[in-house]
């Protein structure tokens, strides 16, 4: 009888570790394909570049963005928890201004999801981007809306392919 007890415990235990689902690795660099990229409300830059690094439970996210063909990349690094908590960061705007905006990772199953708050002219500003690799780990999804005090004002799907 004990055996039995001790058999029915553990599986009631390792049952919730085989189910959950395995998070994806985006760490490497990533580069926008804009012919596989659209978007409604918004432009979509004209190129972008995102490396990113992991350090334990905590993501390194630089980025190079071009807005118009032939300017200048504006370049920022972003460093988030996957703890679900907010990390405040600070990002150069097209602009010229820099804005602060807090950014936290949470997970639905595989998908990354990314949640960025920030105000601005007293405006609240949400942006969320669903994160997902292909099968053959080449391939990053980035499916993106954005608010604007609680409207979505734009969203957009970005493809990105890794480099090796």
């Not at 599986?11 to 394909?33: I, N």
């Not at 600070?90 to 997970?107: F, L, M, V």
């Not at 780990?137 to 970005?158: F, H, I, Q, Y």
């Amino acid at each position: 009888m004990r055996r039995l007890l001790i058999a029915v415990a553990l599986m009631a235990f390792a049952a919730p570790v085989s189910a959950q689902v395995a998070k994806p690795s985006f760490v490497g660099t990533w580069a926008m394909d804009a012919a596989r990229s659209e978007s409604e409300g918004s432009a979509l830059p004209s190129a972008v570049i995102w490396t990113i690094a992991q350090r334990g439970d905590t993501l390194v996210w630089g980025r190079e963005t071009t807005y118009e063909a032939g300017s200048a990349a504006l370049s920022s690094k972003v460093t988030v928890g996957m703890d679900g908590k907010q990390w405040l960061n600070k990002a150069p705007q097209p602009d010229g201004t820099t804005r602060e905006a807090n950014y936290a990772i949470s997970w639905e199953g595989a998908t990354m999801v990314v949640t960025i708050t920030s105000e601005i002219q007293e405006m609240a500003i949400i942006q969320v981007a669903r994160r997902t690799t292909g099968a053959d780990g080449a391939t990053l999804s980035v499916a993106r809306t954005l608010s604007a005090d609680g409207e979505e004002v734009a969203k957009a799907t970005m493809v990105f392919a890794k480099r090796p």
